[in-house]
């Protein structure tokens, strides 16, 4: 590992589920590169290919064609836990743990210390208002306020690459707001990169550089513009 090299690169990486005249492409092969410190904003319409894509950069799916390398990181087992934070578009606390619990998870296995983890998600929860739902179930809390809980979760192993899936898509305007200003904020506070899947352009406007995915086909980047 070399400083400068970019935390993940994509060299002609594709992703096609199912075989034969059931195969699905759902991106084409692409390349692309994700360097220290940057700002990305992925758009494109539901269904081109944004997730599969940022399921790549976060090593948790395979490419079927192309490679996918982390030359700032390592080997994709020294993803997880950790380099790599990643906020899933749909529910993905788990159920038997109370809200705190699932914050303070990355942070313990990583290897932090019990209390220092429990404080560590407690300062995540408080930054996103959820202060008061700590001891809580996933069950016992609404959709918006388990998508907050799961960017606290992304962020409090301090991530270098942070990967949201539409974090801002089960929220009001307002909850958005705090929620993208917290991840902008952390990126900035730790370094990290940061790359968003978004439908939302006042989202898209707050991240320095923009994708576009369209039909399964990176079809460029530039710069975005408010």
């Known amino acids: ?24 492409v759902a991106l084409q092969p692409t390349d692309c590169e994700v360097p220290e410190r940057a700002r990305i904003a992925v758009v494109g319409p539901s269904g081109s290919g944004k997730s599969t894509l940022l399921h790549l950069l976060a090593g948790l799916d395979e490419p079927t064609v192309g490679a996918v390398e982390w030359p700032a990181i390592g080997p994709r087992s020294a993803l997880r836990p950790g380099p790599v934070g990643m906020v899933f578009q749909g529910p993905s606390l788990l159920p038997p743990l109370t809200v705190l619990e699932n914050v303070a998870l990355p942070a313990l296995l990583a290897g932090t210390p019990d209390r220092a983890a429990r404080d560590e998600a407690r300062s995540a929860l408080e930054g996103l208002g959820l202060a008061g739902l700590a001891d809580k179930l996933p069950e016992e809390i609404s959709g918006g306020q ?21 974090p801002t898509g089960q929220l009001d305007g307002q909850s958005a707001s705090v929620l993208i200003a917290t991840l902008l904020a952390t990126a900035a506070r730790t370094d990290a990169a940061l790359v968003v899947a978004t439908h939302d352009p006042a989202v898209a406007e707050q991240l320095h550089e923009r994708w576009e995915v369209h039909d399964g086909r990176l079809v460029g980047a530039e710069e975005a513009t408010a």
């Open 1 to 24: 590992m070399t400083a400068g090299e970019p935390l993940v690169r994509c060299t002609g990486a594709g992703r096609t589920y199912g075989a034969g005249r059931t195969a699905t």
């Open 146 to 166: 388990a998508q907050r809980a799961a960017v606290a979760r992304a962020l409090v192993a301090e991530p270098r690459l942070l990967l949201a899936d539409e």
